[in-house]
Nanobody
């Protein structure tokens, strides 16, 4: 069993930056594919970014490319999401998720473990 805990959310002005962290316990994350997802009020949960086991492969959804960067530190059992040039439309609850498979996917239904989420609010 994997427990995931996100942190780093908050209120920021448009153009600002935040760094989200997701710490895992229960199992080492080195054999898990890790993803970040977000859900805005009244909308479905959507994919943001994913990183492979080794960190050698990453993929970001088009709306955040060039602004967000996913990374991981397997020694610290933690995955990060650096968010720069934030926009009001980035406002959402952000979730990290893990799946015990090397296949890098964007479908949230394929992830086995989820954190409780952290709120990110970007003011205009």
């Amino acid at each position: 069993q994997v427990q995931l805990v996100e942190s780093g959310g908050g209120l920021v002005q448009a153009g600002g930056s935040l760094r989200l962290s997701c710490a895992a316990s229960g199992r080492t994350l080195s054999s898990y594919t890790l993803g970040w997802f977000r859900q805005a009020p009244g909308k479905e949960r959507e994919f943001v970014a994913v990183i492979s086991w080794s960190g050698g492969s990453t993929y970001h959804t088009d709306s955040v490319k060039g602004r967000f960067t996913i990374s991981r530190d397997n020694a610290k059992n933690t995955v990060y999401l650096q968010m720069n040039s934030l926009k009001p439309e980035d406002t959402a609850v952000y979730y990290c998720a893990a799946k015990q498979s090397p296949v890098v996917v964007t479908d949230p239904l394929l992830y086995n473990y989820w954190g409780q989420g952290t709120q990110v609010t970007v003011s205009s």
